[in-house]
């Protein structure tokens, strides 16, 4: 498997985008929906699966494609071309605010793992699968269930992240526990398990779930700080519901905090 080697700049603070440059006839596939812009001269097309090598075939590409539905994905992809002989630029956009990470494949022996809905864009002949655990405990009650993303080839990809992020080697045996939403990814040398919280007052007063994530290296581990799902609940939380009065900072003053802290509408 050879992907297309690709330049690239990740743009922005907070609210990133990567911007990747192909030679003639050099390919990206990416994510639906992840598209920012391109210049003129470069060819969009759907395809079936990841489009890499190994779906060949039509067989090959039901199969890639039935993979992606595992991952909660959509069947298809969108792989972009620079059909002109000057290079041209293409350019994806993070969904929410965090980070773009650039991984490269050939790094991290031809394979990285990352949480289902991490992969944004990469390389034409990267291939996207999935991962599976055989463990039943980590199935049940991992926060991913038993299927991960699989990211494996030579060539870069590109992974995207809520908050700030943090890159952790591990040495081998050396153990790091994570709130499960927070794994942004992992090499393939990295073990990957669950351990119960312990202790009543933890279980029932914690606030944390019953559950750690502990990975154990040798490998390197990429961890976030505000995963979407988490983010979700805190706004779903404070929106009205019912027709009632949302959960604001004024909301013990009632309406003359409303007109206080600025959130009054009339």
């Not at 590109?158 to 794994?183: M, N, P, S, W, Y």
């Not at 090499?187 to 606030?207: C, H, L, Q, R």
């Not at 009065?245 to 309406?255: A, D, F, P, Q, T």
Request: aromatic letters at 10%; a negative charge.
């Amino acid at each position: 498997m050879t992907a297309h080697e690709i330049d690239y700049e990740i743009i922005g603070e907070e609210m990133q985008y990567v911007e990747i440059e192909l030679d003639p006839q050099e390919g990206v596939i990416a994510e639906a929906g992840s598209f920012m812009m391109m210049e003129d001269g470069i060819k969009m097309d759907t395809i079936f699966g990841d489009g890499s090598a190994k779906n060949q075939g039509v067989i090959g590409k039901i199969f890639g494609a039935g993979k992606r539905l595992l991952t909660g994905e959509s069947l298809f992809m969108t792989a972009f071309y620079n059909q002109v002989s000057g290079k041209k630029k293409v350019s994806f956009a993070s969904p929410y605010p965090g980070k773009i990470i650039p991984i490269d494949l050939t790094s991290y022996g031809g394979k990285f793992i990352c949480q289902k809905d991490a992969f944004l864009c990469a390389a034409k002949g990267v291939s996207v699968g999935i991962e599976f655990s055989r463990k039943l405990g980590r199935g049940l009650f991992g926060g991913e269930g038993f299927i991960m993303q699989k990211l494996e080839g030579d060539g870069m990809a590109f992974v995207h992240a809520g908050g700030t992020t943090a890159r952790k080697e591990l040495q081998h045996g050396e153990k790091l526990k994570i709130d499960t939403g927070c794994i942004i990814g992992f090499s393939k040398d990295v073990n990957y398990d669950i351990e119960f919280v312990g202790g009543i007052k933890n279980t029932i007063f914690g606030g944390e779930g019953l559950f750690f994530a502990t990975l154990t290296g040798p490998g390197v581990v990429y961890v976030q700080s505000l995963p979407f799902s988490r983010l979700a609940n805190r706004v779903l939380a404070l929106a009205p519901r019912g027709g009632g009065k949302s959960k604001g900072e004024g909301s013990i003053l009632g309406g003359i905090g409303d007109l206080l802290d600025g959130d009054n509408n009339f």
